[in-house]
């Protein structure tokens, strides 16, 4: 009996002792490579959020294009047939972003627009809205309508 009790006594002092220098550099090695691992993912998570983003501008601006070529009439000559893509160089349109009260620009983007013509009575749009992201170079977005003239049925 009394040997069961020191068994229980020792057994308790070494329960009381803690962790060891090697436990806790384990457990500090697998914090630290979890935290690694969130900080990527929130990385990741902000790069996509920004080229989301540009995407939706480019959509935003190719939309209030093709929307000012549905408003012009049909012998307007904004809409009259292009030999390729207009203007040559596209058109410069900056998104900008406040920043301690200074506008910044955010993100550059270069409109063009190509018209064809169908036949007498209908006309192809097409938009095209480009930029460059970092790693990801040459971005589009394109919208493709018809237009058709309704005066001539």
Same mark, same amino acid.
């Given at each position: 009996?009394?040997?069961?009790?020191?068994?229980?006594?020792?057994?308790?002092?070494?329960?009381?002792?803690?962790?060891?220098?090697?436990?806790?550099?384990?457990?500090?090695?697998?914090?630290?490579?979890?935290?690694l691992a969130v900080?990527?993912?929130q990385l990741y998570a902000m790069r996509g959020g920004r080229s989301g983003r540009h995407t939706t501008d480019a959509a935003e601006i190719a939309q209030t294009q093709v929307e000012s070529f549905q408003r012009m009439a049909w012998t307007d000559a904004g809409l009259a047939a292009t030999a390729g893509w207009v203007p040559a160089g596209g058109q410069q349109v900056d998104r900008t972003v406040a920043t301690?009260?200074?506008?910044?620009?955010e993100q550059s983007?270069?409109?063009q627009?190509?018209?064809?013509?169908?036949?007498?009575?209908?006309?192809?749009?097409?938009?095209?809205? %480009?930029?460059?992201?970092?790693?990801?170079?040459?971005?589009?977005?394109?919208?493709?309508?018809?237009?058709?003239?309704?005066? %001539?049925s």
């Open positions: 009996m009394v040997e069961l009790m020191r068994r229980a006594r020792r057994q308790r002092r070494r329960g009381e002792r803690g962790f060891t220098l090697v436990e806790v550099m384990v457990a500090l090695g697998i914090l630290a490579t979890g935290l900080a990527a993912a301690t009260g200074v506008p910044v620009i983007y270069t409109l627009w190509r018209i064809t013509n169908v036949n007498a009575f209908l006309k192809s749009i097409d938009v095209r809205v %480009q930029w460059n992201e970092d790693n990801r170079p040459n971005r589009a977005y394109t919208v493709t309508t018809m237009r058709h003239n309704d005066s %001539q």
